[in-house]
C-alpha cells in the first residue's frame, strides 16, 4: 500500500534522486532547506511511499500574481519510473487539489515541458485544460 504524507527532513535525498528525474540537479541539503521553509499556508511537499522508500513526490505552493486570484501552481511531480502508472501520480495530485482547496485556492495550474506527451495526457486525464503555451526565460543574476 502507498502512503501518501508530508515530506520530512529525512525524505530529502530519495526527493533530490528523483528530481534528476525531471532534468533538475538539486541536492539533499537543498531540499532539506526547501522543507523547512515550507509553511502550510505558502506550500506543501507530498511524498509516495512504497514498502521501503520514496516513490514519488509533488510539491504544490500558493501563486499570487496581480492578474489573477491567488491560486495552487504545482512546482514539480514526479513518480519513479517503475511505479508510474500505477495511480501513484493521481494520488500525489489529489493530495495537492486538497491542499490547494484546503487554503482557499478555486484554481490550480501546472506547467509541463512541451516534450512531455505523456504529462500532458496525464493532466489532461485529470482535468486539466490547457490554457496556453508559453516560453519561459531565465537570466542569472550576478551575487553582487
Known amino acids: 500500500m502507498v502512503e501518501i504524507r508530508r515530506a520530512v527532513r ?3 535525498p530519495r526527493v533530490a534522486q528523483l528530481a534528476s528525474d ?6 539533499p541539503e537543498s531540499v532539506r532547506a ?3 521553509r515550507l509553511s502550510s499556508e505558502e506550500g506543501a511537499l507530498f511524498v509516495a511511499g512504497g514498502d521501503e522508500r520514496l516513490i514519488g513526490w509533488i510539491h504544490v505552493y500558493r501563486s499570487r500574481v496581480i492578474q489573477t486570484e491567488p491560486f495552487a501552481s504545482v512546482g514539480g511531480l514526479v513518480v519513479d519510473p517503475l511505479s508510474r502508472g ?18 482557499g485556492l478555486t484554481a490550480i495550474r501546472v506547467r509541463s515541458n512541451i516534450t512531455r506527451t505523456h504529462a500532458h495526457l496525464f493532466y489532461e486525464r485529470r ?11 531565465i537570466k542569472q543574476l ?3
Request: net charge negative; charged share 25%; aromatic share 12%.
Open 127 to 137: 482535468g486539466f485544460d490547457v490554457e496556453k503555451t508559453s516560453y519561459t526565460f
Open 142 to 144: 550576478d551575487d553582487t
Open 34 to 36: 526547501a522543507i523547512d
Open 86 to 103: 500505477a495511480g501513484v501520480g493521481r494520488r500525489l495530485l489529489e493530495a495537492a487539489e486538497q491542499w490547494a482547496s484546503a487554503a
Open 22 to 27: 525531471l532534468g533538475y540537479t538539486t541536492t
Open 10 to 12: 529525512d525524505d530529502a
